[in-house]
């Protein structure tokens, strides 16, 4: 088994900034891809970014957002920069192993408001 858990998530002023981690525990050998993806009421799922074994990324916002990530802790960050009310959303973070298994967290809830 493998347990995602993600934190960091909260209530922002736009503009602002957030940083959220993930962290993968358990039978997490043979990890190859992990990111975020995020859920806005009545939208659909989203990728946001995506960091894959060899550091390789892809972003839906390479301006404002930057993933990063610790190999030995098994751990995902995702730094969340200018931030604006449509970023509102429950963000997931997803870890892929061996055989293409995916995981998912129980996801965060990121607010931005005034």
């Known amino acids: 088994q493998v347990q995602v858990v993600e934190s960091g998530g909260g209530w922002v002023q736009p503009g602002g900034s957030l940083r959220l981690s993930c962290a993968a525990s358990?039978?997490?050998?043979?990890?190859?891809?992990m990111g975020w993806y995020r859920q806005a009421p009545g939208k659909e799922r989203e990728m946001v970014a995506i960091?894959?074994?060899?550091?390789n990324t892809n972003y839906k916002d390479a301006v404002r957002f930057a993933i990063s990530r610790d190999y030995d802790k098994n751990t995902v960050y995702l730094q969340m920069n200018n931030l604006n009310y449509e970023d509102t959303a429950v963000y997931y973070c997803?870890?892929?192993?061996?055989?293409?298994?995916?995981?998912w967290g129980q996801g965060t809830q990121v607010t931005v408001s005034s």
């Open positions: 358990g039978n997490v050998f043979g990890i190859t891809s």
């Open positions: 960091i894959n074994s060899i550091g």
């Open positions: 997803y870890v892929d192993v061996a055989r293409g298994i995916r995981h």
